[in-house]
C-alpha cells in the first residue's frame, strides 16, 4: 500500500508571494489532516478535513487555507508569505470514521519544506 | 491552549544505557500518543495509551501514562543507534472533537 505522499518536497519563495501545497493520503483513508512544523514551536495542527469540509481548525491566520477533493486528495494554501512561515508542512491521513484524528492511528506523509526568503 | 512540556529536550547516550523522557501537562488528557520521527521524514506513531496507569511496552520501550491522564514516560533500555530520532508525544482533550496537541519533543541521539 503506498504511503502518504506530499508534493512538492522542498519550496523556496519571497515574503509576499503564495504557495499551494499538495497531499494524496493513502487510499481508502478519507481524513487529512496538517500540521506545521518549527524548531520555536515545535509540531502545531492546522486544520483537517473529511469528505471535503473542513472538520477541525487550529489557531492559525486567515492566509492559510485549504481544500480536499472528491478523491480525498488535499491542498494547503499560504498567501502573502512571511519569513515565519518557513518550515515543514506535513500531512496526515486516517480512515476518518471515528470522527477524530487523535483515536486512529494518522500516517504522516514526509512533508514539504518551505523556505521563505 | 493546553501545553506538552516534554523534557529532556536533547539526549545524547552511549548505546548500551538506559533513557527515560516525560511529558507533563496541566490539563486532563483522553488519550495520549508516542510518535518518533527521523530526518526527512514524517512522525511514526509508535503507541496510544488511553487509560489513566496504563502501561504498554514495545520492544525495549516502555510506555506509560499517569494516573490522572496529565503526563507520561517513554522508558527505553539498552538503547541502539537505530533509537536517534525526535520522540514526540502528543495528547487529546476530552470531550467533543478532539484536537490532537503535540508536545515539544525530545531529541535523541544514540552514540554507537
Known amino acids: 500500500k503506498a504511503g502518504v505522499t506530499q508534493t512538492p518536497r522542498y519550496l523556496i519563495k519571497t515574503r509576499g508571494q503564495q504557495v499551494t501545497l499538495s497531499c494524496s493520503p493513502i487510499?481508502?483513508?478519507?481524513?487529512v489532516s496538517w500540521y506545521q512544523q518549527t524548531p520555536g514551536q515545535g509540531l502545531q495542527f492546522l486544520f483537517e478535513?473529511?469528505?471535503?469540509?473542513?472538520?477541525n481548525k487550529g489557531n492559525f491566520p486567515g492566509r492559510f487555507s485549504g481544500r480536499q477533493f472528491s478523491n480525498s486528495r488535499s491542498e494547503m494554501n499560504v498567501s502573502t508569505l512571511e519569513l515565519g512561515d518557513s518550515a515543514l508542512y506535513l500531512c496526515?491521513?486516517?480512515?476518518?470514521?471515528?470522527?477524530?484524528?487523535?483515536?486512529?492511528?494518522?500516517?504522516f506523509g514526509p512533508g514539504t519544506r518551505l523556505l521563505v526568503l | 491552549t493546553q501545553l506538552l512540556e516534554q523534557s529532556p529536550q536533547f539526549l545524547s547516550i552511549q548505546e548500551g544505557e538506559n533513557l527515560t523522557v516525560y511529558c507533563n501537562s496541566s490539563s486532563v488528557f483522553s488519550s495520549l500518543q508516542w510518535y518518533r520521527q527521523e530526518p526527512g521524514e514524517g512522525p511514526v506513531l509508535l503507541v496510544t495509551v488511553v487509560t489513566g496507569g496504563e502501561v504498554k511496552k514495545l520492544k525495549r520501550l516502555t510506555f506509560q501514562f499517569g494516573d490522572a491522564r496529565k503526563d507520561s514516560s517513554l522508558h527505553i533500555t539498552a538503547a541502539q543507534p537505530g533509537d536517534t530520532g525526535l520522540y514526540l508525544c502528543?495528547?487529546?482533550?476530552?470531550?467533543?472533537?478532539?484536537?490532537?496537541?503535540f508536545g515539544t519533543g525530545t531529541k535523541l541521539q544514540v552514540i554507537p
Open positions: 496526515a491521513s486516517s480512515l476518518g470514521t471515528s470522527g477524530s484524528p487523535s483515536w486512529e492511528t494518522q500516517y
Open positions: 487510499s481508502g483513508h478519507r481524513s
Open positions: 502528543a495528547g487529546a482533550q476530552p470531550g467533543g472533537y478532539q484536537k490532537v496537541t
Open positions: 478535513y473529511f469528505s471535503e469540509t473542513q472538520r
